[in-house]
């Protein structure tokens, strides 16, 4: 069975700093991972996706990723943080494999994002 | 841009009642799917649905659900007698035909089931 783990329920970031938000995954073979940010009474917006190839994945908003194959990490970075950014983060995978098609999801993450 | 929209944005119904919520997928997509997000918890898989027959579905997905898309656009997804666990945010996704396209999301209907 896959899975994902976000470890952090909510992460606190000044306007302007780095932010991070981590993400680790446990799937069969290998993996399609997925950020989809979600505003307040809004859908799921797709950010960024990794795939195959280069392990830094660039995304919207000036979102990107770093797919981490040893780890199993897939952690969210933007080098500057705007107000605008403060969200839920969700993290999601599926295996590359045939067949089982349905994202799973992480349990989110609250970013804050402080002026 | 095109997007996936979905009807009604909310929905209230008594226990016992059947509900069906639609949706409106993007024009080239050829999978679709139905999530479910329990306030404060996370996004869960319910089914996807290819070709006209379910594709994959969850554990949650029992027999009170259903899945169809009757007319070539519309998605739909029935519970036949709604119970109080089933309050929920339900989502419909869809996605072209590569395995590597990512799922694109609807807003959201809102169900309480009271």
Same mark, same amino acid.
């Given at each position: 069975? *896959? ?6 329920? *909510?992460?606190?970031? =000044?306007?302007?700093?780095? %932010? ?7 799937? &069969? ?8 940010? *979600? ?5 799921? *917006? ?13 995304? &919207? ?8 194959? &040893? ?14 950014? &403060? =969200? %839920? ?21 609250? %970013?804050?994002?402080?002026? | ?8 944005? +909310? !929905?209230?119904? !008594? ?11 993007? #024009?080239? +997509? ?8 329990? @306030? ?7 089914? #996807? ?12 997905? /029992? /027999?009170?659900?259903?899945? $169809?898309?009757?007319?070539? #656009?519309?998605?739909? @997804? ?7 666990? /089933? #309050? ?13 396209? $990512? !799922? ?6 809102? @169900?309480?089931?009271?």
């Amino acid at each position: 069975a *896959q899975s994902v783990a976000q470890p952090e329920d *909510q992460v606190n970031v =000044a306007e302007g700093n780095p %932010l991070t938000v981590k993400c680790t995954y446990s799937v &069969s073979g290998n993996p399609y991972l997925f950020w989809y940010v *979600q505003y307040p009474n809004r859908g799921l *917006q797709f950010l960024l996706k990794y795939i195959t190839g280069d392990n830094l994945v660039k995304g &919207s908003y000036g979102f990107e990723a770093e797919f981490n194959k &040893s780890q199993t990490s897939f952690h969210l970075k933007k080098p500057s943080a705007l107000v605008s950014d &403060s =969200a %839920l983060y969700f993290c999601a995978v599926r295996s590359s494999g045939g067949g089982a098609d349905g994202l799973t999801f992480g349990k989110g993450t609250h %970013l804050i994002i402080q002026p | 841009e095109p997007e996936v929209t979905q009807t009604p944005s +909310h !929905q209230v119904t !008594q226990m016992g009642q059947e509900v069906i919520l639609r949706c409106v997928p993007i #024009s080239n +997509h050829l999978y679709f799917y139905w999530y479910r997000q329990i @306030l404060g918890q996370k996004v869960e898989f319910l089914v #996807s649905f290819y070709n006209n027959e379910i594709s994959e579905k969850s554990e949650i997905f /029992d /027999d009170q659900f259903s899945v $169809e898309r009757p007319d070539g #656009s519309n998605f739909t @997804l029935k519970i036949r007698s709604t119970k109080l666990e /089933d #309050s929920a945010m339900y989502f419909c996704a869809g996605r072209a035909a590569s395995l590597v396209n $990512e !799922q694109f999301f609807g807003p959201g209907t809102r @169900l309480t089931v009271l």
